[in-house]
């Protein structure tokens, strides 16, 4: 009976905790921007452009939002909310036992796919993406922080992050260049955060890799030889 009791107090700990600090155990925003300036330097076939990154808790608010650039104007405006979305995205279709990237989703909702209509299930709360003060954006206080962005994107760039105990924790969205870039520069991102212990996924190599082929793939963006080659060049997915 006290085992029983123990347990069920332990439970209710966990959730006052997550529910106390939901960002619990997530990457600060320096952590998030120094890893997104160095993944964004590498080789991802893309246009060589900087970036947005994004990170939200497994409740959904928004933990962190940083750019890679000398300003907040250094990468497409539009790409701060569809980071935002992405992670979102990646977060809201994960499970512990199966990690589905934003890569992933392209197929199944398109016309005739078995998730079409996904991408509109659930809308971007535009008072949240677009309020505050523009300066902040990026920023330790940007608006986002807080508060839950909704929305579905379906396209290379966001990642569930799983830490060492393979417990799903939020997720990342990345955005700011071709969307197969923007995939190859969150998993640099995941890597290097050592958030990236993912249990299984429908992706390439079973986990929740991109893959240019398939009922769970998305299409080439620029060049398929040497977008097939950043692929395969990403590093392994960690083991818990």
Known sequence: MHSNLLSALLVVSSFTSLAADPCAGLPTHAQ???ALVAARGQDNGGFNLDMWGT????????CAVAFTGKNATAQWPGSRVISAQKANTANAFGLPGLALATANLYSAVQPGGSLFGLQESNPVDVHVAYAGAASAFGQPGDPMVGKRIGGVNVFGGG???YDKA?????????????SCA?????WRVRNALELDF???GVGAGGVDQITFTGPWSQPHCKDAAAEDAVVKALPATRKK
């Open 159 to 161: 990642l569930a992050l």
């Open 166 to 178: 393979g417990e799903l924790i939020g997720a990342l969205g990345v955005s700011g260049d071709s």
């Open 55 to 62: 990170l939200v808790s497994r409740t959904g608010e928004v």
């Open 32 to 34: 998030l921007k120094a």
């Open 198 to 200: 993912v249990p299984a």
């Open 182 to 186: 923007d995939h190859a520069i969150a």
